[in-house]
């Protein structure tokens, strides 16, 4: 299995502030890498696919970039809607694997 | 807008059976190109892929999990099913049914359905 490993598990910042989430995986695959939004007691929500495509109605503020072992998730700048945990999932290889999470918390 | 809905038995005995359904409405599951999944998540942990089914009756499962799973579905009535068989408290969790296109990002989600495994 691929390993995606998250970094920070934990991220406390301000709104307005720019904030980078990044996913390592234990083995090197192409741009079949998405992100997910989750608020508590909801389902994930789909943000970034491909490693950098937008998914349709998501804010602009979001962004991924990143190929091989390393993805970023960028959030240009917070907003309070933004306070969520956030997964990376690889869909390159079976089974599709999840990272364990990062919580973004208010500072 | 495609909408997807759980429903089953939120209380499993150990070694019993955990049977869960999920509803498709605005949408057919026989429209090509997506993959019907189900995915969990124990209280407080991360997410967890258990497979998925296309409307062909295809199957792909994660091997953690296998030799335990069952997924079907019924064109008929616009659902598919899991059914995980002897389960532990391991398997008390959150299942998510969803659904992937583009070869593997999930765009539509369920709201979840919690079943706790306990006598």
């Known amino acids: 299995d691929i390993q995606m490993t998250q970094s920070p598990s934990t991220l406390s910042a301000s709104v307005g502030d720019r904030v980078t989430v990044t996913c390592r995986a234990s083995?090197?695959?192409?741009?079949?890498l998405a992100w997910y939004q989750q608020k508590p007691g909801k389902a994930p929500k789909l943000l970034i696919y491909?490693?950098?495509s937008l998914e349709s109605g998501v804010p602009s503020r979001f962004s991924g970039s990143g190929s091989g072992t390393e993805f970023t998730l960028t959030i240009s700048s917070l907003q309070p809607d933004d306070f969520a945990t956030y997964y990376c999932q690889q869909y390159d290889t079976y089974p599709w694997t999840f990272g364990q999470g990062t919580k973004v918390e208010i500072k | 807008q495609l909408h997807l809905q759980e429903s089953g038995s939120g209380l499993v005995k150990p070694s019993q059976t955990l049977s869960l359904t999920c509803d498709v409405s605005?949408?057919?599951?026989?429209?090509?190109?997506?993959?019907w999944n189900w995915i969990r998540q124990p209280p407080g942990r991360g997410l967890e892929w258990i497979g998925y089914?296309?409307?062909?009756?295809?199957?792909y499962f994660n091997p953690s999990l296998k030799s335990r799973v069952i997924i079907s579905i019924d064109k008929s009535k616009n659902q598919f099913s899991l059914n995980l068989t002897s389960v532990t408290a391991a398997d008390t969790a959150v299942y998510y049914c969803?659904?992937?296109?583009?070869?593997?990002?999930?765009?539509?989600w369920g709201q979840g359905s919690l079943v706790t495994v306990s006598s």
């Open positions: 089914i296309y409307y062909s009756g295809g199957t």
């Open positions: 491909r490693a950098s």
């Open positions: 969803a659904r992937a296109r583009g070869g593997g990002r999930i765009d539509h």
């Open positions: 083995q090197s695959f192409s741009t079949w």
């Open positions: 605005g949408g057919s599951i026989s429209s090509g190109g997506s993959s």
